[in-house]
């Protein structure tokens, strides 16, 4: 059956933002092997172009949403799984904007997606766990992974913001440095919270249904990010003088992400082999946190003389390829059906 406008618009679901998401960390994994193997640019220009087409392409019915389906809208935000993916628009525009620092040279671009994701960054943080912690529609069936997609947008806060700051300076430096710690410390907690709940959910609850075995994936988001943003705040911050203990926090974190991704690599294949992970819109999961891995491994790599980190982040950056490919494909194949608009 032919998609129609309305169909699209009111049921297009917040998650699709985790598209722009994993193309971002694509292109900036594909920016970063660059260096290396300077054939690789184009393919990243490429890329960075490619995502800010599909923001903007994104951007029309999730605007037209609120405008024509608001019951649909307002809904998602206090759904007990699909409320937690609502905040991917603000990671969206710091993915961006990192994208437009690292890979376009145009932090005059970068500047005001950044303050727009941090805005909505913690303004989702508050309002989605606000309703969830006066709420009663939060049950153990709800809990996933999903749910460290808010800390994952304040976490993420830094690593744009962390460069912009240098290069603003003067006071604004200081209020952008003081953001970007608010965000690191609030989101890492509030990570380190809800991975007691998720593991409490895994151990002693049934396990999680095939569509949602993606999100495994998305605990190496945080452990992916965490340590980028620790690298880049020991390199923008003036009063540190000592760089070696964040780049230690980092390896912890990146330690712990080198574990989660055999784990949720091991979950999902034992998944597949049942035919229990039929594709959803899900899948893009599998890619954002991949390639945040993947990156920080690159990162440590620079920083740490420690062998093996950057074979390990090359490999995760091959899984991510792999992921993104087959997950575009299927996307614009459940777009053109329509499949990937039926009512959730």
Same mark, same amino acid.
């Given at each position: 059956?032919?998609?129609? /406008?309305?169909?699209?618009?009111?049921?297009?679901?917040?998650?699709?933002?985790?598209?722009?998401?994993?193309?971002?960390?694509?292109?900036?994994?594909?920016?970063?092997?660059? $260096?290396?193997?300077?054939?690789? /640019?184009?393919?990243?220009?490429?890329?960075?172009?490619?995502?800010?087409?599909?923001?903007?392409?994104?951007?029309?019915?999730?605007?037209?949403?609120?405008?024509?389906?608001?019951?649909? /809208?307002?809904?998602?935000?206090? $759904?007990?799984?699909?409320?937690?993916?609502?905040?991917?628009?603000?990671?969206?525009?710091?993915?961006?904007?990192?994208?437009?620092?690292?890979? !376009?040279?145009?932090?005059?671009? !970068?500047?005001?997606?950044?303050?727009?994701?941090? /805005?909505?960054?913690?303004?989702?943080?508050?309002?989605?766990?606000?309703?969830?912690?006066?709420?009663?529609?939060?049950?153990? +069936?709800?809990?996933?992974?999903?749910?460290?997609?808010?800390?994952?947008?304040?976490?993420?806060?830094?690593?744009? *913001?962390?460069?912009?700051?240098?290069?603003?300076?003067?006071?604004?430096?200081?209020?952008?440095?003081?953001?970007?710690?608010?965000?690191?410390?609030?989101?890492?907690?509030?990570?380190?919270?809800?991975?007691?709940?998720?593991?409490?959910?895994?151990?002693?609850?049934?396990?999680?249904?095939?569509?949602?075995?993606?999100?495994?994936?998305?605990?190496?988001?945080?452990?992916?990010?965490?340590?980028?943003?620790?690298?880049?705040?020991? +390199?923008?911050?003036?009063?540190?003088?000592?760089?070696?203990?964040?780049?230690?926090?980092?390896?912890?974190?990146? *330690?712990?992400?080198?574990?989660?991704?055999?784990?949720?690599?091991?979950?999902?294949?034992?998944?597949?082999?049942?035919?229990?992970?039929?594709?959803?819109?899900?899948?893009?999961?599998?890619?954002?946190?991949?390639?945040?891995?993947?990156?920080?491994?690159?990162?440590?790599?620079?920083?740490?003389?420690?062998?093996?980190?950057?074979?390990?982040?090359?490999? !995760?950056? !091959?899984?991510?390829?792999?992921?993104?490919?087959?997950?575009?494909?299927?996307?614009?194949?459940?777009?053109? +059906?329509?499949?990937?608009?039926?009512? $959730?």
């Amino acid at each position: 059956m032919p998609l129609s /406008a309305q169909q699209l618009v009111k049921n297009f679901a917040p998650s699709w933002f985790a598209a722009v998401m994993g193309t971002g960390v694509l292109a900036l994994g594909t920016g970063f092997l660059s $260096h290396r193997f300077p054939s690789l /640019a184009a393919v990243a220009a490429g890329l960075h172009w490619f995502n800010v087409a599909l923001f903007l392409l994104l951007l029309l019915p999730w605007t037209l949403r609120w405008f024509h389906a608001r019951a649909q /809208a307002a809904g998602a935000l206090v $759904h007990p799984v699909i409320g937690n993916f609502v905040p991917t628009v603000a990671i969206a525009l710091l993915v961006l904007s990192v994208q437009f620092v690292q890979l !376009a040279r145009a932090p005059e671009i !970068a500047l005001p997606l950044w303050w727009t994701g941090t /805005a909505l960054a913690f303004g989702f943080s508050f309002l989605i766990l606000f309703k969830q912690f006066l709420g009663e529609q939060v049950m153990l +069936d709800h809990v996933t992974p999903g749910m460290f997609i808010p800390p994952v947008g304040l976490v993420v806060i830094p690593v744009a *913001g962390a460069p912009l700051a240098i290069a603003a300076g003067g006071a604004a430096q200081g209020w952008m440095l003081l953001a970007c710690y608010i965000g690191l410390g609030s989101g890492a907690l509030l990570w380190l919270a809800l991975q007691a709940i998720t593991m409490f959910r895994f151990v002693l609850h049934k396990p999680m249904p095939g569509p949602m075995v993606p999100t495994f994936w998305i605990n190496l988001g945080p452990l992916g990010v965490m340590p980028i943003s620790l690298i880049a705040l020991a +390199d923008a911050t003036p009063f540190i003088a000592d760089k070696v203990p964040f780049h230690v926090a980092a390896l912890l974190l990146w *330690g712990f992400g080198a574990w989660w991704l055999c784990m949720a690599a091991l979950l999902t294949y034992s998944y597949w082999k049942r035919k229990q992970l039929p594709f959803a819109l899900s899948w893009w999961a599998f890619t954002f946190p991949t390639g945040a891995f993947a990156i920080a491994s690159f990162k440590l790599s620079g920083v740490l003389p420690l062998p093996g980190v950057f074979g390990i982040g090359l490999a !995760a950056f !091959a899984l991510l390829a792999m992921f993104w490919s087959v997950t575009l494909v299927r996307s614009v194949r459940g777009t053109l +059906d329509g499949s990937l608009f039926q009512p $959730h």
